[in-house]
């Protein structure tokens, strides 16, 4: 399996900035893409930004030219920086991989993995 453990998150104000991290561990693995989604309280999940292996990324409207999204894959972590930041950007943030884990048959299936979640608030 992978593991993945996020970082950066906590309160700021409006107008301010974070940086999320998110690394991933376990056995043997390969990550396709990786991401952030977030969840506010009575709110669906929703998908923040992606970035491929290849570098293409994608961002939701609402964040577009203030969040970038980066990937180290020599570390196998993404980042998630956060400029301009809004209240209505308080939320959970999760990091998820889509990756496949070498096993005694060889690559397993691709499968969607997802960190534990980190709280950003954004307020005065």
């Known amino acids: 399996q992978v593991q993945l453990v996020e970082s950066g998150g906590g309160l700021v104000q409006p107008g301010g900035s974070l940086r999320l991290s998110c690394a991933a561990s376990g056995r043997v693995f390969s990550i396709n893409v990786m991401g952030w989604y977030r969840q506010a309280p009575g709110k669906e999940r929703e998908v923040v930004a992606t970035?491929?292996?290849?570098?293409?990324?994608y961002y939701a409207d609402s964040v577009k030219g203030r969040f970038t999204i980066s990937r180290d894959n020599a570390k196998n972590t993404v980042y998630l920086q956060m400029n301009s930041l809004k209240p209505e950007d308080t939320a959970v943030y999760y990091c998820?991989?889509?990756?496949?884990?070498?096993?005694?048959?060889?690559?397993?299936?691709?499968?969607?993995?997802w960190g534990q979640g980190t709280q950003v608030t954004v307020s005065s």
């Open positions: 998820n991989a889509n990756a496949r884990v070498m096993g005694p048959g060889g690559w397993g299936p691709p499968y969607n993995y």
């Open positions: 970035v491929t292996s290849g570098g293409s990324t």
